[in-house]
């Protein structure tokens, strides 16, 4: 139990455009989605807590605007990547909160590459 | 505020040696403290978690961590370190009592020799 997805798992795409990254509960509901972004040999960087039926509320530092994140239904939360661009390429990884067991549980993560 | 420490940010231990990551945490009692382990390109799996019960926490693949408040510690061991073991491991903490956000260490990169 408790899986997490995310697709696609590795996107290529140009300067300019847009990017979307699903991240899906499987078999639990998540009020509470959060967003990473994850630089080499780094650790995580939490950009922005996605809540269902709300808006996110995102980490000093990161553009709201740029990073879109829509929290739709209770196994559902979407990063958009606006206007991408080179430096925006990274590792993108979600986690969904399990309310009952009190544990976040990841996605496999996005590798995004912006030419 | 919580904070995290993981001290050496590589580990390299023989295979069938001891494996102990260290992690500490701030000195206010975390309600919850997680060690997730990271496979190259992939996400994070959970291994184990304290939530306040038994001190020794058993995890997946032979893992296990002991809660120590005297030593504001949560260190990670296997007795029998494995080459699949080879990954980057995190420990977290949960921010505050009811907080769903965690704050994670640094990493500690396992490297497991034959």
């Known amino acids: 139990g408790a899986v997490v997805s995310q697709h696609p798992s590795w996107v290529i795409c140009k300067s300019g455009t847009s990017v979307k990254i699903e991240c899906r509960s499987l078999?639990?509901?998540?009020?509470?989605m959060f967003w990473y972004r994850q630089f080499p040999k780094q650790s995580l960087m939490l950009m922005a807590t996605?809540?269902?039926?709300?808006?996110?509320?995102?980490e000093q530092g990161v553009e709201k605007d740029k990073f879109l994140i829509n929290h739709a239904s209770l196994t559902l939360s979407t990063l958009t990547v606006t206007s991408a661009h080179p430096e925006d390429s990274s590792f993108y990884i979600c986690?969904?909160?399990?309310?009952?067991?009190?544990?976040?549980?990841f996605g496999p993560g996005t590798r995004l590459l912006v030419l | 505020a919580q904070s995290v420490t993981q001290l050496g940010s590589h580990v390299s231990v023989s295979e069938g040696a001891l494996v102990l990551l260290r992690c500490n945490y701030s000195s206010s009692v975390p309600p919850y403290l997680f060690w997730y382990v990271q496979y190259p390109n992939q996400g994070l799996q959970l291994l184990l978690k304290?939530?306040?019960?038994?001190?020794l926490v058993k995890g997946i693949n032979g893992f296990e961590a002991e809660f120590k408040k005297s030593e504001t510690s949560f260190h990670l061991t296997k007795p029998s370190a494995h080459m699949s073991d080879a990954a980057e491991y995190f420990c977290?903490?949960?921010?505050?009592?009811?907080?769903?956000?965690?704050?994670f260490g640094k990493g500690t990169k396992l490297t497991v020799n034959p």
């Open positions: 996605s809540n269902e039926g709300s808006k996110a509320t995102y």
């Open positions: 078999d639990f509901q998540a009020t509470t």
């Open positions: 304290y939530t306040s019960a038994a001190t």
């Open positions: 977290a903490v949960s921010e505050w009592c009811g907080s769903e956000k965690l704050v």
């Open positions: 986690s969904a909160h399990f309310s009952s067991l009190q544990t976040q549980y």
